[in-house]
């Protein structure tokens, strides 16, 4: 079964600083895997989709990497706002099976 | 498109009331599934379908839980009876390989 582990749990960091949200899973036979970002009592916007083959995406301030040998890809924030607040989820979905399994998340907090 | 859409938002019903969610994929995704989030458990898959077909109900709490998918533009997911434990937000999400999936707004439900 597909463990998939966030860390940390939690980070505040002062506006303007890089953000560092690490995701680690235990096999490697993804298809491919995505980050979420998810506003309190709202639903999952996605934010980057890796495929499998790929090593990093990029969105604006945001890049993701992907190493599925060693079962790690980090999402990084450049810049950070008050706006990037949130709970970031990372989610890698199965090659066999195509089914999506969720770490716990990272809940960020920037300070103004 | 109007993405995923999920009805109602809200649902507080009695325990012992039958309850239905309701989905509606996007159009020409041929992957539609249920998970449920509480703030114990995370993010839960209860069940998917592929092509209108259930592939997997292994998350389905128990039998109280049922889910169908009559065609593919619409899908529910029904607790016949329901009990407080099955507070929770309810989201659907579609797919279709190699996208990545997209998650309606949820559906939050109290059972009092």
């Known amino acids: 079964k597909q463990e998939v582990t966030q860390i940390p749990a939690a980070l505040s960091v002062p506006e303007g600083e890089n953000l560092v949200l690490n995701c680690s899973f235990t096999?490697?036979?993804?298809?491919?895997l995505q980050w979420f970002r998810q506003d309190p009592g709202k639903g999952l916007t996605s934010l980057l989709l890796i495929q499998s083959s790929q090593r990093e995406q990029t969105s604006g301030r945001l890049n993701a990497s992907l190493d599925k040998s060693s079962g790690r890809s980090t999402l990084y924030i450049a810049a950070s706002q008050p706006g990037d607040s949130a709970t970031y989820l990372c989610a890698v979905i199965g090659s066999n099976d195509y089914k999506l399994s969720f770490g716990a998340g990272t809940t960020v907090t920037v300070r103004a | 498109d109007a993405g995923v859409i999920q009805s109602p938002r809200h649902e507080v019903t009695e325990m012992g009331q039958e309850v239905t969610l309701r989905c509606k994929p996007i159009?020409?995704?041929?992957?539609l599934f249920w998970y449920r989030q509480t703030m114990m458990r995370g993010l839960e898959l209860l069940i998917y379908?592929?092509?209108?077909?259930?592939?997997?109900d292994s998350g389905m709490p128990e039998d109280r839980f049922s889910a169908k998918m009559p065609n593919a533009s619409f899908s529910t997911l029904k607790i016949q009876p329901s009990e407080p434990r099955d507070s929770a937000v309810y989201f659907c999400?579609?797919?279709?390989?190699?996208?990545?999936?997209?998650f309606g707004s949820g559906t939050r439900l109290t059972v009092v």
């Open positions: 379908f592929n092509n209108n077909v259930p592939i997997d």
């Open positions: 159009s020409g995704h041929d992957y």
């Open positions: 999400a579609s797919s279709s390989p190699p996208h990545g999936y997209t």
């Open positions: 096999d490697s036979a993804i298809y491919n």
